[in-house]
Every structure is written in structure tokens, then in C-alpha cells.
DNA sequence: ATGAAAGCGCTAACAA
DNA sequence: TTGTTAGCGCTTTCAT
């Protein structure tokens, strides 16, 4: 790799000059024609490293999710993707497994890698963000929050979740079950409230006894779809609170028999790859990509300087009536 | 942050001293316990960006993949992580879209950011490795090869085609068509030949009338299916060269009323998130994450040092007679 | 507009 | 074993 030296050496200027040439500062037409054919004839390009350990900062974001394997998450990523990069940053992408200590250990190579900015979906509510916070370095949390006053993006949570309710019992079903995620996610529990609220509304039965906790993967919805079927007086219909367990949730239903609409259906998320025979469920589609941009916009305003308080975005999801593939 | 200096200043040694403690060289036990000591009071870390530059490398490996949504590259990707981590390096994953020009643009940014390595799906037969080999930072391709002379991680393709085929027409289907992906990509050309070679022996049909290139994403398998259906004279099977193009020939075949085993369906790859009704199908389960791992070795032992001549891994596909729910 | 020179934080010769 | 020092490649004052 040749340096910015041998390109001055041999367009006959200083370093200095063939640094202003590739950082747009003003260089007189001429010498910064003589840099530029130097520069392509030795193939030069920029020392990222070195440029990054003068600035004090890199043009790398750090992307920090609980799965990488979670359609969800990869949605995001991809939007996180492309507008860091026609913002000029690479993304750095860390899977936590909604482990705290991994969280911890990526925070901390986000900071001794003077990366830009960090965008980060919590491992739970209690993820620590005391560290990078006194560092400076922005963070923007997306989908769930933490106690730290940063800038955040996050769906409508509990309108999604009474949106899809209100759905399943407009379609005439009578005992709408739930299966919500952990109660260390704000996500879940928010979206949980709103089916609660539309139960205790027009259910008339107790909210609590349709409802279950999973863990927020297929199996979990496989355990608590296989549950509520075993209930003494069972649902006939059911709002699953993430798109992995809403898998699950339909497998089961597929195994007994119970393809909706013969049994109600509400997922909130989406279900990409899904290859059901045409039968209606309710949708909640989530605004994934979106979020992924909205973090990138918001955290490349901070790079840039801006220091206004912490700001809250919220993205409203969308209810579908829809056969499953989508 | 604090830097090797003032933790340096105030254990009282030098900072050379702190750089050894924090790279396992011999220090005395006193010296080093006053380091650590002082580190812990300063809550150091070493800055990643400037033992980079001063080494010429980084603990950072780029992995680049042609599409970050699809579960076959985010599966890799896993394994790609969770060895990586082990052996202390963090992963840049980078989304091509398929798109040689974004495949340079990635490539030069792992040069210029002094990557210890790169873990490449090439985006095309035609990628252009030579700079970075020149460079002498190791690559490793997985999944498809290139014309350079590279280390490389393979499936066994030809033998999952020909596998799955087989299974097919032993369970008595007769005209097995197939579903293969882009000729630029010899993982799908290759799984494409076994099938044509288990046609040729058992079929007693012109194979060519039976095949179909699609763009291996779902639209492309639901394009292909619904051509094969549109067939003066269809086919009672097919084989379908990978996971996506496989969910949508499902989707169609659903729509049709032709859900397994009433229409034969082979894939070659694994479906995560289908909620199929249990019906039988062929499935070659493919080892992703394994390729993910074996590429981070071979990776990390290029990195350390090994000059062998370049070497290829062949995976085997296994073959799974299953319900879809995997 | 341009050049000289210092320095970002670290590691690795070299000396002691 | 330990310290001194140079320098990785770049950007950025400060002069000119």
C-alpha cells in the first residue's frame, strides 16, 4: 500500500497537500491534478487506520443485536447497511445473544476502536451504558429501551398489539389468547398491554389466564401455543407478540389440524419466509428497515455535532389482513 | 480514555512496561501488578486503532456476503462470529447485493483498514481478488470459487443435486425437473449437474426440458414453479437448487392445491421459518454454519502465518427425508 | 495556497 | 527484566 509520502514524492508536493487533495480542502487546480494522476498511478488510498488514529474517530459504526439469525434483526441490519453507507460508514455487525456480557464486551471494542457511533438493540433493560455515554461517542438505541437517557427509535408497540386484537375480534373470535415475550423487554410487554386492554374492553373472560410468557424464538411459541391448546377452556384465537413465535405458534396450529382462519391468527411482525397454504391471518408489519435508517440518520446528526436532548422516534406498524405470503 | 502513558505514570514504570503486561511479555510480577492495578484505577483499555497502525494489522476480519436477509448466509455468518470471537477477532460484515462494484468497494476497505483477513462469497465467478491478494492479507472464499488461487470452503454441491434427485424418483416420482440458480455461480451449476446426471440415468425425459435458471431469491423460485406448471407436459417433481428459490415453488405449489407429497418437492438447503403443514419432503441440510467456522480457521491460521499452498474444504450436504418443520 | 513539523497511542528495536 | 526512542500514516496547526 503506498502512502500519502510516495504520492508527494512523486507529484513533487508536500504530504500535506495530497492530505487536502483527499479530504476536499482547497488545493490549486493544478497541484491537485498532479496528486490525483500520482495517487492513481501508485494505487494509493487513504490509511483508514491512520486517519482514524489522528481524528480520534473511524468511519465504522458498531451494529450490536441479540440475533443475527432473527429476520427482524436482519431486516434492520440491511437498512443500517445501506445508509451508513451512502453516509461514508462501514458497519461493524456484533451479535450479543441477548448476553449481557458479550453487550458489554462489544460496547467496549466500540469504544477502543474509536468507532463513529454506536446502534444498539439492548440484551435487556438493564444493559449498561454507563461507559460509552461518559465517553462521548453516541449511541442510538433501537426497538427497546434502556434507563439511559439516549436517542432512541422504536415501533408503536402497544397500539400494534391492540390493532391486531381489535382485528381478531371484529373477525368474530371470542377468547383472543396472547403469547408475549420476556418481561425484561419493553418491546413485549408494551405490545402485551395493548392486547390486554382490548380483552378487558370487549373479552369478558380473565385477560390472564389466555395469556402466556415465551422466550421469544420459535420454540417458545411451539411451548406456548402447545399450552394454550391444553387449557381447560381454550382460545379460539391467539396475538403473538413477535414474528419467531409466531412461527412456532402456526406450526403447532398446523399439527393439530387448526390452519387458520379456522382458529384466529395475529402475528406482529412479519413472517418472510413462510410457505403456508393461502389462509388469512392478521399481520402487524413492522416498519424493520425503517428503523435501521431512522437509527443511521439520527446517529450520523451526532457525529456531526448535534447536541440537542435525547430524542424519541416512534414508527407505527401496519395492520394487514393477509395470507401468509408476504 | 486513558492511554499506555498515564496508566505508565502512575504504576511508575514505563509505558513499554504496560505494553508488555498487555501483551503477555515477560514482566516481573511486582512491576506487572502495579500495572494492573493502575489500569483498573484508569479503566484502560487499550486503543485498537493505534496498535493496529503500529502493527500493520487488525483484530478485525471483513466478512462479505452477497445478502445479510437471506438465513443461508446469516447461519454462516453466525458460525463466522462465534469463532471469530473466540479467537479474539471482531467481524465486519459487509452486503454486496450480488454487486461486483459494491464487492470492490468492501474489498478496498478491508485493505485500507489494515483487516487481518477477509471470509468472501464472491458475488460472481469474475471477482476481482488480485489487489488484495497482492496485498498479501489472507482470503478465504466460501460457498462459490473464483478464478484466483485461493483458499476455499465448499458444500459438496454436485452430490447434494444428485442425492436429493435419487431420493425422488426411489420414492417413485417420475419426472423430476429441476430449479437452478444463475450460471455466473458453480455452486448452483454444480448442484444443477447432479440432478441432470440422475435424469439422464433413471429419467427417460430430454432433462433440458425440465430445468429452469431463476435468480435464486424467493420471486425467482415462484416465477420458475409456476413455469414448470404452465409445462405441456409437467413434471411430478422438482429439485430446487436452494432455500429461497425453494420457499417460493412451496408457495406456489400451495396455491395450486400440489403440497407434498402429492407433488415431490427436493430442496437443497434448509427452510427456518416455514410453517408448512406436515407433509413430507427431500431436504439437503447443509452444514452453513460449519462453513462459517472452517473458513474462520483457515482464516485465522493464514493470519498466523501458514504459507501452504491453497487449500480447498469440501462439506458434505446431508440428505433428510423431513417434515418442513426443521 | 502550500510546506514543515508535531503528534494521535501504541509496539518493537535497541540499550542498559 | 526494564527503559528509551523511533515510527506506523495520517491530519492539522502554524508559518510562509
Redesign the pocket.
Known amino acids: 500500500?503506498?502512502?500519502?509520502?510516495?504520492?508527494?514524492a512523486l507529484a513533487?508536493?508536500?504530504?500535506?497537500?495530497?492530505?487536502?487533495v483527499?479530504?476536499g480542502?482547497?488545493?490549486?487546480d493544478?497541484?491537485?491534478k498532479l496528486v490525483r494522476e500520482a495517487a492513481s498511478t501508485l494505487a494509493?488510498?487513504?490509511?483508514?487506520?491512520?486517519?482514524s488514529?489522528?481524528?480520534?474517530s473511524s468511519e465504522v459504526l458498531a451494529l450490536i443485536i441479540p440475533d443475527i439469525e432473527n429476520p427482524f434483526f436482519t431486516a434492520m441490519a440491511r437498512g443500517v447497511e445501506d445508509r451508513a453507507q451512502a453516509a461514508g460508514f462501514s458497519v461493524v455487525l456484533c451479535n450479543t445473544d441477548d448476553d449481557p456480557g458479550k453487550e458489554a464486551t462489544y460496547l467496549q471494542i466500540a469504544l477502543?476502536e474509536n468507532m463513529a457511533g454506536v446502534i444498539l438493540v439492548p440484551a435487556s433493560d438493564q444493559s449498561d451504558l454507563s461507559s460509552i455515554i461518559a465517553s462521548g461517542r453516541p449511541v442510538v438505541t433501537v426497538d427497546r429501551t434502556t434507563a439511559f437517557d439516549v436517542d432512541h427509535v422504536m415501533i408503536e408497540n402497544e397500539p400494534a398489539g391492540a390493532s391486531v386484537t381489535t382485528a381478531l375480534f371484529d373477525a368474530g373470535f371470542e377468547r383472543v389468547a396472547c403469547i408475549a415475550g420476556p418481561e425484561t423487554v419493553v418491546t413485549a410487554t408494551d405490545r402485551a398491554r395493548g392486547w390486554r386492554h382490548v380483552v378487558e374492553a370487549r373479552g369478558g373472560y380473565d385477560s390472564e389466564l389466555l395469556l402466556k410468557i415465551a422466550n421469544y424464538r420459535v420454540d417458545g411459541g411451539r411451548a406456548a401455543m402447545a399450552e394454550l391448546l391444553a387449557e381447560a377452556e381454550t382460545p379460539d384465537a391467539v396475538v403473538v407478540t413477535n414474528n419467531l413465535m409466531g412461527v412456532g405458534a402456526l406450526q403447532v396450529l398446523n399439527e393439530h389440524g387448526l390452519t387458520p382462519p379456522a382458529f384466529g391468527v395475529g402475528v406482529i411482525g412479519d413472517l418472510p419466509f413462510t410457505t403456508l397454504s393461502p389462509g388469512l391471518i392478521s399481520l402487524v408489519h413492522l416498519p424493520t428497515r425503517d428503523l435501521g435508517t431512522t437509527a443511521v440518520k439520527m446517529l450520523v446528526s451526532r457525529i456531526a455535532g448535534n447536541r440537542e436532548p435525547a430524542r424519541t422516534v416512534l414508527l407505527p406498524g401496519e395492520l394487514a389482513v393477509a395470507s401468509v405470503h408476504t
Chains 1, 2 share one sequence.
Open positions: 500500500m503506498a502512502t500519502i509520502y510516495q504520492v508527494a513533487g508536493v508536500s504530504p500535506a497537500t495530497v492530505s487536502r483527499f479530504n480542502r482547497p488545493v490549486s493544478e497541484k491537485s494509493f488510498t487513504p490509511n483508514r487506520t491512520a486517519r488514529l489522528r481524528k480520534q477502543s
